[in-house]
């Protein structure tokens, strides 16, 4: 059974940054995709960004620019990178990890973007 856990999430004033972390354990291989998602109160979870095992990245057009996700394959490891972040992106953060056509979740990470 694949687990994912995330780690990174917290407080950050606007205009800040903060890096995520998830790291998966259970697979004996990478995934084929990897992503993060998030939910916000009240709203639908979303996209924020995937990547391939080949370094193929995905993103929200909302988080282009500001955003940037990685993996280490070896590790089997998947980053976020958030800059100039904004009030509208508190959220809790969710990874996702693809393994042999299964869809495996992370519990999430809250991040809060306030003043």
């Known amino acids: 059974q694949v687990q994912l856990v995330e780690s990174g999430g917290g407080l950050v004033q606007p205009g800040g940054s903060l890096s995520l972390s998830c790291a998966a354990s259970?697979?004996?291989?990478?995934?084929?995709?990897m992503g993060w998602f998030r939910q916000a109160p009240g709203k639908q979870r979303e996209l924020v960004a995937t990547?391939?095992?080949?370094?193929?990245?995905n993103y929200a057009d909302s988080m282009k620019g500001r955003f940037t996700i990685s993996r280490d394959n070896a590790k089997n490891t998947v980053y976020l990178q958030m800059n100039s972040l904004k009030p509208e992106d508190t959220a809790v953060y969710y990874c996702?990890?693809?393994?042999?056509?299964?869809?495996?979740w992370g519990r999430g990470t809250q991040v809060t973007v306030s003043a």
């Open positions: 996702q990890g693809i393994y042999q056509g299964t869809t495996y």
């Open positions: 259970g697979s004996g291989s990478s995934s084929a995709v």
């Open positions: 990547i391939t095992r080949g370094g193929s990245r």
